[in-house]
C-alpha cells in the first residue's frame, strides 16, 4: 500500500520543472537473433518518420496510442539507467515483441539502450545498458 | 462561476480526458485493457452525475493501482496533472464542510498557475534556455520531436531563440493574467495554444487535454479571490 502511495507524492505535491534540463535522450535499439549468443543487427525500434502531414498532427490529439507508448518506453529506458529494476526491463520487453509484429522467424531477441547526448557541438551516442537475449515465445 | 459548477464541469472534463486515454489502453495488453475498461467505466458514470461521489473514490483508488502497474505515472507530467485533478476532485466531494471543499479545490487551481510559473522560472535561470541552445537540443536529439523534417527546426536558431523567450515570457507572466476575467481567459486562449503546439510537434496529446480539464478551476479561483 505504502509503494503506490509514494508514486503518487510527486502528482499531489508537485515539482512542475519541465525541460529544465534538456538529459541525454534513449534510442531503444533492438536485434533478432537465431541463438542467444549470435552476433547482433541492431536497429531502432520504431524510429520516427520523415515528415507527419498537419492532419495527422490533428487526428492524433484524439488517438496516439502509439506515440504514447513510445514516450513510456522512453521513461522506462531513463529509469533503467537511473534506477535498474526489472519492471522497466520487462516493459521494454514486452512492447518491443508486441511490436515487431507476428512475421518474425528468429527466436531471440536482444535489446539495448542508446543515449544520444551533446557535447560541444557534436552529438555523441553512448551504449548505457544492453539486457540479455530473451526468446520471444516467452514474450508474447 | 460557482464552486459546484467549476468542479462539476472540471469533473466533465476531466472524465472525458481520461476517457480518451483509456480507450488509448484497450489496445494494450490484457491486464490494461482490465484497468482502463474498468476506469472508462467509472468515467462514464461520473460524467452521468451517477451515484456520486463514488465513481470519484473509485477513480481515485484505481488509480493508484494504475501507478502500481507502471511503477509511476504512464506519460509523465500529463498523467501527474491528471491524478491531482482527480484526487483535489475527490477530496472535496469528501469534505464535510464547505470551506474545505474550497481549499481542496482552489489547491488545484493554484497548482495550475504554478505549473506555468516554475516552468517558466527553471527556463529563465537556465543559460541553455536564455541562449535557445535547449530548445535546440530538445529538437535536435529529445525524443520528442514526432518526425525528422522536425529536426531540422534545431538548424534555426534565431528561430528557437525567439520561441525559447516566448516560451518563457509567457509562463512567467501567466499569474498577471488573474488580475481580470478577461485577462485570464486571453490567458487561457495562449495557454491552450501552446499546448495545442506541443501536442502537435512532440505528440504530447494527453497535456492538452488535461491541462484544458482544469482551466474550470482557475476560472473559479480568481472569481472566489479577486
Not at chain 1, 53 to 69: C, D, H, I, Y
Not at chain 2, 51 to 57: D, K, N
Not at chain 2, 123 to 145: C, E, H, I, M, T
Not at chain 2, 202 to 210: D, I, M, P, S, Y
Amino acid at each position: 500500500m505504502l509503494r503506490p502511495l509514494a508514486l503518487l507524492l510527486p502528482a499531489l505535491i508537485p515539482s512542475w520543472r519541465f525541460f529544465d534540463v534538456i538529459a541525454p535522450s534513449p534510442r531503444i535499439e533492438y536485434a533478432l537473433l537465431p541463438s542467444a549468443d549470435a552476433s547482433a543487427d541492431w536497429r531502432e525500434f520504431r524510429p520516427r518518420p520523415q515528415r507527419v502531414s498537419v492532419a495527422t498532427m490533428a487526428g492524433r490529439l484524439a488517438w496516439n496510442p502509439r506515440w504514447n507508448e513510445t514516450l513510456f518506453l522512453v521513461s522506462c529506458a531513463e529509469r533503467l539507467v537511473d534506477a535498474p529494476s526489472a519492471h522497466s526491463e520487462n516493459e521494454i520487453f514486452r512492447r518491443v515483441a508486441a511490436g515487431l509484429g507476428p512475421g518474425v522467424h528468429e527466436p531471440w531477441l536482444a535489446l539495448r539502450l542508446l543515449f544520444v547526448a551533446r557535447d560541444g557541438e557534436a552529438l555523441v551516442r553512448e551504449v548505457l545498458f544492453e539486457a540479455s537475449p530473451r526468446r520471444l515465445s516467452d514474450l508474447r | 462561476m460557482t464552486l459546484e459548477t467549476a468542479t462539476r464541469l472540471t469533473e466533465v472534463l476531466l472524465a472525458l480526458a481520461l476517457l480518451q486515454q483509456g480507450l488509448e489502453h484497450l489496445r494494450g495488453p490484457a491486464d490494461e485493457r482490465v484497468l482502463f475498461g474498468a476506469r472508462s467505466v467509472l468515467c462514464l458514470l461520473l460524467i452521468a452525475g451517477v451515484a456520486q461521489p463514488w465513481p470519484l473514490v473509485g477513480l481515485a483508488a484505481l488509480s493508484l493501482a494504475i501507478l502500481w502497474r507502471f511503477q509511476g505515472p504512464y506519460n509523465g507530467g500529463s498523467d501527474r496533472m491528471g491524478l491531482l485533478a482527480l484526487w483535489c476532485l475527490t477530496l472535496a466531494a469528501l469534505m464535510p464542510t464547505r470551506p474545505w471543499r474550497e481549499v481542496m479545490f482552489g489547491y488545484l487551481g493554484a497548482q495550475l498557475v504554478l505549473s506555468y510559473l516554475i516552468s517558466g522560472w527553471v527556463k529563465v535561470v537556465n543559460p541553455d534556455w536564455r541562449s535557445g541552445r535547449a530548445l535546440r537540443d530538445v529538437f535536435q536529439f529529445s525524443a520528442y520531436p514526432v518526425s525528422e523534417d522536425l529536426r531540422r527546426w534545431a538548424e534555426r536558431p534565431r528561430v528557437l531563440l525567439a520561441m525559447s523567450w516566448a516560451v518563457i515570457a509567457f509562463e512567467l507572466a501567466f499569474p498577471l493574467s488573474l488580475l481580470s476575467r478577461e485577462t485570464l481567459i486571453a490567458g487561457l486562449v495562449v495557454a491552450a495554444t501552446f499546448h495545442l503546439a506541443n501536442a502537435c510537434l512532440f505528440g504530447l496529446n494527453r497535456f492538452f487535454w488535461t491541462w484544458l480539464a482544469v482551466y474550470p478551476a482557475i476560472l473559479w479561483l480568481q472569481d472566489r479571490l479577486f
